[in-house]
């Protein structure tokens, strides 16, 4: 396994209750993402112990078609679902645009550079929500430097790297492709 940073992926330091994060067993989704149809490759897997845990959402990409605005809706849903939508501040909207910023960079980039998406995995605590997009690809992403915004195009990872608290991408040895993953913080 490789990250772009010195500790393993998730691992922000002691929880303030002693929580660890880990994810439990897999249910199926209830519902649809706003009106949409309910795609029967996304999972919701609840949190373990205590109210307050971490908790997890997946959806496959295998035989879609329009991942990108799949991806935002099945997001949008889960920040409905976990409290982050609708909004009673500005800064708590901005938070949650953020979150579905970034998801649509993810996404787009692993659809140009990488032969599209297979799974999105978010994650939330009380602390951080991560993304993470893993595809088949080889490539390695990162910001164009120097980053010029008049010029169209290349502008997804700097993005994600403003935004996020963190991002880098994982590897598994032996196994074709990687995971982009980002964290933001969670709105207060």
Known sequence: ????????????????SGASGASGGAAP????????????TAETV????PPGGA???????????GVVPLARDFTRQALYDWG???????????AAEDVLLVVSELVTNACLHAEGPDLLTITCDR????LEVTDRGTGQPSPRTPHRAGRPGGHGMFIV???????????????AGKTVWAELGTPS
């Not at 396994?1 to 303030?16: A, K, Q, W």
């Not at 609840?46 to 112990?49: A, D, F, S, V």
């Not at 609708?86 to 800064?91: F, G, H, I």
């Open 55 to 65: 908790q997890v959402r997946r959806l496959s990409f295998e035989d879609q078609s």
């Open 46 to 49: 609840p949190p373990p112990g």
């Open 127 to 130: 602390k951080v929500i991560r």
């Open 1 to 16: 396994m490789s990250t772009t940073r010195p500790y393993s992926p998730g691992d922000r330091g002691p929880e303030p």
């Open 161 to 175: 790297q403003r935004l996020c608290l963190d991002w880098g991408v994982q590897r598994l040895p032996d196994v």
């Open 84 to 94: 982050w939508l609708p909004t009673a501040t500005a800064d708590r909207r901005a």
């Open 29 to 40: 989704a209830a519902g649809a993402p706003d009106g949409g149809v309910a795609t029967p």
